[in-house]
C-alpha cells in the first residue's frame, strides 16, 4: 500500500459539498427576499383595464340605446329633428338624479343633442344620432393618482320609426 494515497469509496468532495450548502444559502436568502417585497406589494391597487374601459363604453352605449328606443316609441317624422330633440332630452332625464346622471358618461349626450348630430331618413323610415363618447379609466392610492386612461369613440345609434 502506498503512504497518502489512501480514499474512502464513501466520502465527497469538498466542492461539490459547498457547491449544495452555497444553493441552499441563496434558496433561503431569496426566499426571505421575496416574502419580504411581497409583503410591502400587498397594498391595495385597483387597477383599471383596457377591459374595464369597454365594459363602461358598452354599458354607455346600452343606456343610449335604451332611451333611443323610448325617444323613437311615439315619434312621427311630422316632428322633425326638434321633435326628436325634446323627445331624447325627456327620456333623458329619467336617467338623472339630482344634477348626476345615474351613469357617468350620460352627461356626455345632453350637450351633443344638436340638429347636425340627427338625421332623418323618410325614405327608410330610421332616424339616427351621432355622438362622440369619452370614456374614462385609471387608478389612485391615497389620493394619489397612479395612472389614467382616456378612450374616445364616435358612434352612431340608429333605431327604426
Known amino acids: 500500500m502506498k503512504k497518502g494515497k489512501f480514499k474512502s469509496k464513501k466520502a465527497m468532495s469538498i466542492p461539490i459539498v459547498f457547491l449544495v450548502l452555497a444553493t441552499l444559502v441563496l434558496t433561503v436568502f431569496s426566499l426571505f427576499v421575496f416574502s419580504i417585497r411581497l409583503s410591502s406589494l400587498s397594498k391595495p391597487l385597483a387597477l383599471a383595464s383596457l377591459d374595464e374601459i ?5 354599458l354607455i352605449n346600452f ?3 335604451k332611451i333611443m328606443e323610448k325617444s323613437v316609441k311615439d315619434f312621427k317624422l311630422e316632428y322633425g329633428e326638434q321633435g326628436f330633440i325634446d323627445n331624447f332630452k325627456q327620456e333623458l332625464a329619467r336617467y338623472k338624479q339630482g344634477n ?8 356626455q349626450v345632453e350637450g351633443q343633442l344638436k340638429d347636425e348630430n340627427i338625421e332623418i ?4 323610415k330610421k332616424i339616427s344620432l351621432s355622438l362622440s363618447m369619452t370614456v374614462f379609466g385609471g387608478s389612485s392610492y391615497k389620493n394619489t393618482e397612479l395612472f389614467s386612461a382616456s378612450y374616445t369613440y364616435r358612434k352612431t345609434f340608429e333605431k327604426a320609426l
Open 54 to 58: 369597454y365594459a363602461k363604453e358598452e
Open 63 to 65: 343606456y343610449i340605446d
Open 100 to 107: 348626476d346622471f345615474v351613469l357617468e358618461g350620460l352627461g
Open 121 to 124: 331618413d323618410e325614405g327608410n
